[in-house]
């Protein structure tokens, strides 16, 4: 698989077999990943991998928060700005449509759609979860490296046959997130990752979200 294959083919995989992936293979991925772009080869992310009863624990304290915070806990790193505006709200909302169409969930399915949004604090019962680790004093340029970390994770599963969705909804939970693991004090858990075997059977992963035309994202100039 080359590099335009790897890109071509990701998608956020929301259904995963049950097959574990070995901790060789993982060390392995994890390494490959260290090539990631760097500013200043600060290299500003760190990583925690859970599987087993370590994923189990999370999901089950993680659970127990979000009863009482159903919404989410207080962040000062929200996970959108405030009133998102067009075209990026209604990209964000298109997409959550397709997402439901997909699985047949309907519109005024209120509790359908809790019951699968749910399923993130799961890992869409993916064998590993990773969670991305910023310190909350690097700068707007330290994430975007930490967001080259996680496309080169993503790139490089693919290219193994594993399937990775990239979850921001972990930033609902970043203060239990940030006792459960014992965190630094200027630590913070920026995103998680769903990892493993793609479940080729389930209707949700034959989902591709859209993409905005060239003409909308891109401005070409002194080209002849």
Sequence with gaps: MNVSEAVSRRISTRAFLADPLPETEVRDWLTAAQRAPSGGNIQPWRTIVVTGQARSDVISDIGSVLETFPEGQATEH????????????TRRRRVGIMLYETLGIQRG????????????????EAPVGLFLILDERMGHGQWGHAGMYLQTLALLAEERGWGTCLQECWGMVRPALKTHF????GEMVWCGMAVGKPDGSHPVNTLRAERAN????AELHGFP
């Design 78 to 89: 929200p996970i959108y700005p405030p009133d998102l505006w067009p075209p990026y709200e």
């Design 109 to 124: 399915d209120l509790a359908g759609r809790r019951t699968w949004f749910q399923r993130n604090f799961e890992f869409f």
């Design 182 to 185: 014992a965190l630094g004090p």
């Design 214 to 217: 060239l003409e909308d994202v």
